[in-house]
Every structure is written in C-alpha cells, then in structure tokens.
C-alpha cells in the first residue's frame, strides 16, 4: 500500500480519484485549499518530515465558458504560484515520490495534431492561452527537474470529463453539464433551450471513473512521459443534445442555435495511439452508456433547479 498526496482532491476529478485510492487502501492526504493554499510557501508546513509515494497535482484555478478569457492575469498568478509551490516541494522534500501532473488538451495548438510530441510546440487558442501557457510552464518544470535532479513524473492531458458529482456551487459548467441542465429545464420549466454557436462545433468527452482507473494504470508503470487520456473521437453538440433528448424527452427540433455566441475551438480530439500502445486493452465507456446516469444524478442534484448560467 501507498502513501499519496493529492493537490485539488476536493475537485471534480480529486473526489473520484481518492475514493477509488482509498477504496484500494491506500493511505492518502488530500487536503482542501483552505488547509493547504498552494498559492502560500508554507502551505507544505503540516506535512514537514513525512514521506509520500506518489503526489498526485489536481489543483488549478481555472473554470469552463469563457472564464479564461475574463480572468488571465489571475489566472496566470495563481496557477503559476501553486504550480511552483508544488515543483519546489516535490524537489526538496519529496524526490522520492513520483509526480503526477494533469495538463490540458487547450495547451494543443489547433492547427497541430493533438499528439503528445506536440504538446509544447505552436500557439494555442487566443481565449485559453494564459491557463494553457501555465499547463506548458509545469510540463516544462516536470521536465527541468527530472533533468537536473533524476526525480520521475507523468503528465496525463485529459479532454473533458464527464460524470456524476460535479460541482453545484453556481460556478460556470462545462459544456455537457450544461447542455443536460438547459434540456431538462426546457422540459421540465418549459424554458426556451439556447446553446451556443451552430451546434456543429465538435467536443470529446471521457467518463471520470474511465480517466482515474486509467490514470491509475499509467501511473503505475509510465515514467517521465506526456500521454493524452481521452476517448479519442468526437461527436457534434447537436450528436450530444439529440441523446439527452432522448433520454430526458425533449424534441430536439426545439433547441435553438445562437451562431453569435461564444464557442471556443471548432473540434478538439486528442489523439490517443500512445495510451492505446502502453495499455493496449483500454475500452472507455461509450457515451450512450454514460450519460443517462450523469442525467440522472443532474435531476437528483438540484443542478438543474436554478437557470442556466450563460454559457
Ligand atoms: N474537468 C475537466 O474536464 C478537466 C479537463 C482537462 C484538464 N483538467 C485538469 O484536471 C485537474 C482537476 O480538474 P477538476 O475539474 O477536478 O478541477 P476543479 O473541480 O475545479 O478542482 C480544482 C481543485 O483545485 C484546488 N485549488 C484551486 N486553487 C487552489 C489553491 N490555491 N490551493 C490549493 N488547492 C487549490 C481546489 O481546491 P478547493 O476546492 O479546496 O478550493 C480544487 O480541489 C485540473 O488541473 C484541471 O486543469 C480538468
């Protein structure tokens, strides 16, 4: 059994990743921003003289919609200091441990295929390239460090996760938990149902239980690598809204499509032949197989109850 460190265990993502941890017995510290602030220089004081296997760095300050774009400079501040916070600690006090650091398909350029050799090279999205740029920055770090001191990493580039448990403090949704909250309050509230751009624009999704029993298996056996962690295909948000339709019963017919809005990049699909050469069995959960249940957790939720944020 391990001991592991988790930064950002109290997110979407660090709550499924320590219950499976802890379900597997491992010891593990996770602790929230309000007893550990990566953002302080003592925020590593509790933990002074313990040893841990693995750190696991899940903390980013960022959120979906057009956050990134509204919040650059602080974002560049916050993300650049709990970055360091946590590449410093790991070099003088945990080298021992591996690191294992989630980036972000945004850190792709558009025109470059969306392949790990890549992920440092060109320019990405304009509304994105501050918390892509820090994403970069730790890479780079992972890979200073493991040059000048021999410390072992893993960076994992996940595309969007999709599951049960996401937030339902007000804050902006990504896209998929708020298509789901705009159809079923269409049907449920008779609420007009607006999604933004032509609906052609392409997303892929990976179900957050496929990502950490997946990342878990990378982390066990990969070292000082970059591997993209998706389903590998995309589908149009027309694809994604025609299947909630289904399943919540709204007519798709009635969702209206505002071209004028806000949407980001036109397609975005990691390519994923590198995770499919290190775990050749890796088989994620089709979307059809996944989604009714993160509906049906939305409902139970209360997360459709309050209007669509604009997104
Ligand atoms: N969700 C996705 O679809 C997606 C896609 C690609 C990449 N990622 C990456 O995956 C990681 C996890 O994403 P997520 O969706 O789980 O994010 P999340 O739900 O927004 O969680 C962010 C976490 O970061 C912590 N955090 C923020 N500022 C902090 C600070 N100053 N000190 C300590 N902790 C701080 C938060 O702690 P508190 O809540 O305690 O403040 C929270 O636990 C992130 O690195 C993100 O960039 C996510």
Redesign the pocket.
């Known amino acids: 059994m391990k001991r592991i460190f988790i ?9 499924h990743l320590v219950a499976r941890l802890e379900g597997a017995g491992h010891t593990v510290v996770a ?4 007893e ?4 302080r220089a003592d ?1 590593f004081a509790p933990w002074r003289g313990e040893k841990f296997d693995v750190l696991w ?8 919609g057009d956050f990134c774009l509204r919040h650059p400079g602080e974002q560049w501040l ?1 993300n650049q ?2 970055n360091t916070s946590v590449l410093a600690w790991w070099a003088a006090e945990q080298a021992q441990a591996k690191l294992v ?6 850190a792709y350029a558009p025109d470059l295929p969306l392949r790990e050799e890549h992920y440092l090279e060109g320019q990405p999205i304009d509304s994105l390239l501050t ?1 892509a740029m820090t ?1 970069r920055m730790l890479c780079l770090g992972l890979r200073a460090l493991e040059k000048q001191y021999g410390l072992r990493h893993l960076t994992l ?6 599951g049960p448990g ?2 339902t403090d007000g ?1 902006q949704l ?1 896209f998929i938990f708020d298509l789901i909250r705009k159809i079923i309050r269409g049907r449920t509230h008779g609420e007009p149902v607006v999604l933004w751009g032509d609906g052609t624009q392409r997303r892929e999704l990976i179900h ?1 239980d496929d990502f950490v029993g997946t990342a878990l298996r990378l982390a066990d056996g990969v070292d000082n690598e970059t591997v993209n962690l998706g389903c590998g295909t995309e589908h149009p948000i027309r694809e994604f809204a025609a299947l909630i339709c289904a399943h919540v019963g709204y007519d798709p017919a009635k969702i209206i499509y505002d071209a004028g809005r806000y949407v980001g990049a036109k397609s975005k699909c990691l390519e994923i032949g590198k995770l499919r050469r290190l775990l050749p069995d890796f088989a994620p959960l089709p979307l059809e197989r996944g989604l009714p249940a993160v509906i049906d957790w939305m409902r139970a939720s209360g997360l459709a109850a309050a209007p669509s944020t604009p997104q």
């Open positions: 930064t950002g265990g109290s997110g979407f993502l660090g709550r602790p929230a921003s309000r550990c602030n990566l953002q925020c760095h899940l903390a980013a300050w960022t959120q979906a916050h200091q709990l650091t989630i980036g972000t398909s945004c918390y994403k580039v996940p595309s969007t996760l999709y996401y937030h804050r990504h957050v």
